[in-house]
């Protein structure tokens, strides 16, 4: 699967930071990405938890994608 994080309005380290975007390959199953599904609509404190400096996101979306092989 392709996972693309967007994030806007970022303080990082007390750096402010306008927008992000990071994306990367996964293997996961069809239960895990329910999971991260779930706990991103869940949790609104998620990335801040999750990432190290984080301290502020105003506006963020992940997308999930197969990826044709």
Known sequence: ???TLNMED???EGNEIDNMTVDWLED?????VLE???IWISSQ????EKMVGLT???E????I???EE
């Open 60 to 63: 963020s979306s992940l997308t």
């Open 28 to 32: 996961v199953t069809q239960e895990r």
């Open 56 to 58: 502020k996101v105003g």
């Open 36 to 38: 991260i599904s779930n």
């Open 65 to 67: 994608e197969p990826v």
């Open 10 to 12: 970022l303080v990082v």
């Open 1 to 3: 699967m392709k996972f």
């Open 45 to 48: 404190t998620f990335l801040t």
